[in-house]
């Protein structure tokens, strides 16, 4: 099946850095890729939609200035957590589909813990 | 705003057992709906996709059906196994086309087969 890579798969930074996560889509293309959040013992909460060659399309109540997508190409999302805080400590997932098939299945990176000190 | 709701929230059983996850979605226009799995700090693996126009799919010892109209979907999974012990999620896909239609997961149950 396809293959979603997400790296780094756990990091620790300090209170107001910034720290960036990577998605990319290894052996498939994706238009769109997806942003989650999950806090413990919770479900996956949308973020944003991350749009190839475009801006991303952020989810209410979450901060465009404080979560940064880029998605320059049709392998790579980014998402960088500005100025972290301990709030921001969560795991976070990516997810993308094929670009050729609109109704197959979401493949999902294996997820990045993010612990702000 | 679609929600969906997954009962139990937790569930233990003893190996070999048959057992039943239940998931239920308020809005019925959807393009298809996706079984999850999820192992304690690790990420998804899909398990079963079932179209909108589709009844069941069937993977091994897992069968999950849909019933658009009443907004449900059950994941069967028959002699259950400690290895199968985990989070499942079922997310739904809207009905809007295209691959930037969202997802809408669950809550999760959080499934504990015994020895």
């Known amino acids: 099946g396809a293959v979603v890579s997400q790296h780094p798969s756990w990091v620790i930074c300090k209170s107001g850095t910034s720290v960036k996560i990577e998605c990319r889509s290894l052996d498939f293309q994706a238009t769109t890729m997806f942003w989650y959040r999950q806090f413990p013992k919770q479900s996956l909460m949308l973020m944003a939609t991350s749009n190839e060659g475009s801006k991303a399309t952020y989810e209410q109540g979450v901060e465009k200035d404080k979560f940064l997508i880029n998605h320059a190409s049709l392998t790579l999302s980014t998402l960088t957590v500005t100025s972290a805080h301990p709030e921001d400590s969560s795991f976070y997932i990516c997810?993308?589909?094929?670009?050729?098939?609109?109704?197959?299945?979401?493949?999902f990176g294996q997820g990045t813990r993010l612990t702000v000190v | 705003k679609q929600e969906v709701t997954q009962i139990p929230a937790a569930l233990s059983v003893p190996e070999g057992e048959n057992l039943v996850l239940n998931c239920s979605f308020t809005d019925s226009a959807i393009y298809n709906l996706q079984w999850f799995r999820q192992d304690p700090g690790k990420g998804l693996t899909s398990l079963l996709l079932?179209?909108?126009?589709?009844r069941e799919q069937t993977s091994g010892r897992l069968n999950a059906s849909l019933d658009k109209s009443s907004g449900r979907s059950t994941l069967y999974i028959a002699a259950s196994q400690p290895g199968d012990s985990a989070t499942y999620l079922c997310a739904v896909k809207g009905g809007d086309t295209g691959t930037a239609s969202k997802l809408t997961f669950g809550t999760g149950t959080r499934l504990q087969v015994t020895l």
């Open positions: 079932i179209q909108s126009s589709q």
């Open positions: 997810s993308a589909r094929d670009r050729r098939w609109e109704n197959t299945e979401a493949f």
